[in-house]
């Protein structure tokens, strides 16, 4: 004969299951779908078409190349390099990283709507990464489009410039280019989540900073992101005469100043973007929003 439970265990385990449901999601899984749904909520935002346009930029130039360049006096590979290393690096990507990388938690906690997260079992940690990997989705998936949409602009209908080291360097470049703007969004979102009103202090920093600490004579050009974005593309690049190259080989001849190796460079770069993350995640575990 079976012998019913009293109510008060009955109520007992009834609470350990509601405690067994509110335990947090794994990291992993809960970042994911925070990632999954802020890359929708991201892209649907009228900001990714302005943006967008931005980004169009690098091809406007590469049409300009087609147009008035017809006997070849620049080569492509001179053209891409130096799109990458003028433009894409010191500008675009930039741009691109400062739109999503301050709003990934800044926005949502000024409007509010981050109080969502708080009231589900979820770690901040996972809140913040997931907010962060969108950003970085919705950034690399500009920059990646604005790269092809050069990259056609510079082929279709001339593939005698198609080449296997212009493929390596192309695809080299285009590596390049989107783990800076993986490094760039991390630190935007860590800056979005430590201010209120992180717009000037951010554009100081990218086009500030980074414009003129990056141009700067002996090692205080290594404390810039952009200095090793480009010592990376240097060095893919090598075998070009563009202009950051030109600028490098200039610095090495007058100052002696002998670049870091590339993979100094990388490892730099990874040290500021895990940095960046760690320090995103202790700001907002202690953020406090009132709404």
């Known amino acids: 004969m079976s012998v019913a439970a009293p109510p008060a265990a009955a109520g007992a385990a009834a609470g350990n299951d509601r405690a067994g449901n509110d335990r947090p ?5 809960s970042a994911y779908w925070i990632a999954f749904f802020s890359y929708r909520e991201m892209v649907r935002r009228r900001r990714i078409l302005s943006v967008g346009l931005l980004m169009l930029l690098p091809v406007v130039l590469a049409v300009a190349w087609r147009l008035l360049d017809r006997e070849g006096a620049i080569p492509p590979e001179l053209l891409l390099a130096n799109l990458s290393g003028m433009v894409y690096i010191h500008f675009m990507v930039a741009i691109v990283s400062l739109a999503f990388g301050l709003s990934a938690i800044g926005e949502s906690a000024d409007e509010g709507t981050i109080i969502y997260y708080w009231t589900r ?7 913040y990464l997931g907010r962060l990997v969108a950003a970085q989705a919705v950034a690399g998936l500009l920059v990646a489009g604005s790269l092809v949409a050069a990259f056609l602009v510079m082929t279709v209908g001339n593939f005698g410039i198609i080449s296997l080291d212009f493929l390596k360097l192309y695809v080299s470049t285009c ?5 800076g703007a993986v490094v760039y969004t991390a630190i935007f979102a860590a800056v979005g989540t430590w201010l ?3 717009m000037l202090p951010a554009i100081l920093f990218a086009f500030g900073w980074e414009s003129i ?9 290594e404390l810039t992101v952009v200095f090793h974005l480009r010592n990376l593309l240097h060095n893919s690049a090598a075998s070009t ?16 100043e002998v670049p870091p190796s590339p993979w100094h460079s990388f490892l730099v770069l990874l040290a500021v973007a895990v940095v960046a993350f760690a320090l995103g995640c202790w700001l907002l575990r202690r953020k406090e929003i009132f709404r």
């Open 25 to 29: 999601l794994g990291l992993a899984v």
């Open 121 to 127: 079992p979820l770690r901040r940690e996972a809140i």
């Open 175 to 179: 590596l390049v280019i989107l783990f």
């Open 196 to 198: 209120k009103k992180p």
């Open 213 to 221: 600490g990056g141009n700067a004579p002996l090692r205080l050009q």
């Open 241 to 256: 005469g563009s202009m950051p190259n030109l600028l490098q080989e200039l610095k090495v001849m007058l100052l002696h």
